[in-house]
């Protein structure tokens, strides 16, 4: 019922930058909260940073300061806005949308984007 898209996914220097988009998309009523999570070599998703309809944002603490995440409501879209990248931050970035769809409220991923950074 709901579709997660995320680009901008790619190969960056260290001390780059990268602009991540996701859009959601199908039978939507309502979104409630779009975000960010990753999953780098060895360890298990987590939180990157997330934004509500109402643009309350909450970021892993680690990440304050380099990752900034904002929403464009009318087109169901959020970005992540990553600078100062490190090898560290190496992973698949996955896009997470809390909605209400037609047949009820719904927490759909995306398939996720690669983000390379090169030392």
């Known amino acids: 019922q709901v579709q997660v898209v995320e680009s901008g996914g790619g190969l960056v220097q260290a001390g780059g930058s990268l602009r991540l988009s996701c859009v959601a998309s199908g039978r939507i009523r309502n979104i409630n909260e779009m975000g960010w999570y990753r999953q780098t070599p060895g360890k298990q998703r987590e939180l990157v940073a997330t934004i509500t309809i109402d643009g309350r944002t909450n970021y892993a603490d680690s990440l304050k300061g380099r990752f900034t995440i904002t929403g464009d409501s009318p087109k169901n879209t959020v970005y992540l806005q990553m600078n100062n990248l490190e090898p560290e931050d190496i992973g698949v970035y996955y896009c997470?949308?809390?909605?209400?769809?037609?047949?009820?409220?719904?927490?759909?991923w995306g398939r996720g984007t690669q983000v390379t950074v090169s030392s």
């Open positions: 997470n949308v809390n909605a209400l769809s037609t047949t009820g409220w719904t927490n759909t």
